[in-house]
Nanobody
Framework: QVQLVESGGGLVQPGGSLRLSCVAS????????SGWFRQVPGKEREGVAC????????YRESAMKGRVTISRDAAKSTVYLQMDNLQPEDAAVYYC????????????????????WGQGTQVTVSS
């Protein structure tokens, strides 16, 4: 069973940075793609970034495009989301998600294709 544990959220001032981490267990990163999503209460979950099994990144049309960098360390089974120049509207719960196959896999097109989700980490941006 795949388990994902996010960390790194917290309170940051506008213009600040945070790096989120997602530690995965129970999957083979070589054959998995991982994504970061965020959700504000009362709004739909939004995709932020994705990284394929070949380390190809996809930032979709997220409002955070240009301010975030997704990366991963397969040896540590960890996916990261570096977020810079954070603004109050970036406050949300951030989730990581993964999909695994028996072959190299690209980033899913649709959110519901992701198979496993973490519990989320809260990011608050305020002065």
């Amino acid at each position: 069973q795949v388990q994902l544990v996010e960390s790194g959220g917290g309170l940051v001032q506008p213009g600040g940075s945070l790096r989120l981490s997602c530690v995965a267990s129970g999957l083979t990163m070589r054959y998995s793609a991982s994504g970061w999503f965020r959700q504000v209460p009362g709004k739909e979950r939004e995709g932020v970034a994705c990284i394929s099994s070949a380390d190809v990144t996809d930032y979709r049309e997220s409002a955070m495009k240009g301010r975030v960098t997704i990366s991963r360390d397969a040896a540590k089974s960890t996916v990261y989301l570096q977020m810079d120049n954070l603004q109050p509207e970036d406050a949300a719960v951030y989730y990581c998600a993964t999909i695994e196959d028996r072959l190299p896999i690209p980033c899913p097109v649709l959110e519901h294709e992701f198979e496993a989700w973490g519990q989320g980490t809260q990011v608050t941006v305020s002065s």
